[in-house]
Structure formats: structure tokens, C-alpha cells
T-cell receptor, first 117, second 114 residues
Framework: GDSVTQMEGPVTLSEEAFLTINCTYT??????LFWYVQYPGEGLQLLLK?????DKGSNKGFEATYRKETTSFHLEKGSVQVSDSAVYFC????????????????FGQGTILTVHP | DAGVTQSPTHLIKTRGQHVTLRCSPI?????VSWYQQVLGQGPQFIFQ???????GRGNFPDRFSARQFPNYSSELNVNALLLGDSALYLC?????????????FGQGTRLTVV
């Protein structure tokens, strides 16, 4: 079945540092890939997405490139801020044989990011 | 426009009881999915409904059931509650249909079983 693996353990950075959170996936066909962010006490918010190989999703300074050859979708940001502290989830959504998506998502375990001033 | 709304926001139940959680999707969205998020883990897929039909079911026991109404709102029911059912239950709505359809999440219902 489909699965998503994120890098282990929390990430702690100083403000303005470079961020990378690794994500790899296993899926049949050509899933769409997503990064969601969850701030303390809140639900999930879509951060960025990519629908096909070599697509780059970007939003709020975050970027991720859909790499089919390495089945990866690593999240990067050049200069993090304290306000970026949150839990980040990588996820995939498959399309069935008819090209239909019902919106089902398979999530990774999440990566806690803490940014210090 | 209203986003995905879930009710109640918090709930405390006793082991063995039954609970019903409710979700109203974004207007125009025909697909609703339910997820369970245990503290410190990623959300786990429970059910998916599209056009009032069940389109997917995750690896959860039969104590979990759901339905979607003609107005596309949805209920998640859990019978015979166990302590391990304590979690944040998230509802997501999407347009569904062909091509990529993004999922938008509600704030969740925090269920505590004591």
C-alpha cells in the first residue's frame, strides 16, 4: 500500500537558518504530493503541492520538488523564522485508474520544527 | 466563505459509551474524509465518502462507522469507546471527481475517553 516516510526526530534551528525536511514515498502510479503544516492547537493547513514529476510547489518561502526517480518530496526554506515553528506533514493522494481523486491522503509521521530567535 | 466546520470541538466520554462527531464540508465540496490523529503521530485515514457513497475505509475496527447526508455533511460514529480512541478527529472536504482535488481540514474534535 501507499506510505510516506519523513525524517526522524524534531528539528531545532536558529532564526534565518536553512531548513530541509526529508520526505520519501511509496505509491503505485502517479500520486499528488503535499506538505501540510499544523500550528499548536490547530487543524492542518495546506502549505504546498505538486501533481507530477519535476513540479515544484512553493508557498511562503517554502519549496519542494516532486522527484519521481528518487520518490522524494523534500521541503526546504532558505531562511526560517520563529513563526515557522510548527509540525510539518508530508502526504500523498493517489489517483485511481480513471484519473479520479477522492481526496484520500496518506500522511507521514510529522516533523516538529522549533525555531529559536 | 465558511471553511470545514466540525462539532463539537472537545468531548469527554467514558469507556464503553458511544460518540457521534459531525462535519460540514465547504460549500460545493462533495467528498468528506475522516482521520484520527493520535498525539505525536500523523493523521490516519478512517473513512472517505463521495456523493454519499463510501469510497474508502482505513484499517479501523467495525466500532467505527460513518455516513454522508444529501447535503454532503457527514457523521462519524464510534461505539464501545476504548481509552485508545482518545485522539483528535479531523474531517477534510474536497471537491472530489477527476484530477487533483485538494483536501481542506477542519479544526478537529478532541475526544478524550476516560
Amino acid at each position: 500500500g501507499d506510505s510516506v516516510t519523513q525524517m526522524e526526530g524534531p528539528v531545532t534551528l536558529s532564526e534565518e537558518a536553512f531548513l530541509t525536511i526529508n520526505c520519501t514515498y511509496t505509491a503505485t502510479g502517479y500520486p499528488s504530493l503535499f506538505w501540510y503544516v499544523q500550528y499548536p492547537g490547530e487543524g492542518l493547513q495546506l502549505l504546498l503541492k505538486a501533481t507530477k514529476a519535476d513540479d515544484k510547489g512553493s508557498n511562503k518561502g517554502f519549496e519542494a520538488t516532486y522527484r519521481k526517480e528518487t520518490t522524494s518530496f523534500h521541503l526546504e526554506k532558505g531562511s526560517v523564522q520563529v513563526s515557522d515553528s510548527a509540525v510539518y506533514f508530508c502526504a500523498l493522494s493517489p489517483l485511481n485508474a480513471g484519473g479520479t481523486s477522492y481526496g484520500k491522503l496518506t500522511f507521514g509521521q510529522g516533523t516538529i520544527l522549533t525555531v529559536h530567535p | 466563505d465558511a471553511g470545514v466546520t466540525q462539532s463539537p470541538t472537545h468531548l469527554i466520554k467514558t469507556r464503553g459509551q458511544h460518540v457521534t462527531l459531525r462535519c460540514s464540508p465547504i460549500s460545493g465540496h462533495k467528498s468528506v474524509s475522516w482521520y484520527q490523529q493520535v498525539l505525536g503521530q500523523g493523521p490516519q485515514f478512517i473513512f472517505q465518502y463521495y456523493e454519499k457513497e463510501e469510497r474508502g475505509r482505513g484499517n479501523f475496527p467495525d466500532r467505527f462507522s460513518a455516513r454522508q447526508f444529501p447535503n454532503y455533511s457527514s457523521e462519524l460514529n464510534v461505539n464501545a469507546l476504548l481509552l485508545g480512541d482518545s485522539a483528535l478527529y479531523l474531517c477534510a472536504s474536497s471537491l472530489g471527481g477527476r484530477g487533483l482535488t485538494e483536501a481542506f481540514f477542519g479544526q478537529g474534535t478532541r475526544l478524550t475517553v476516560v
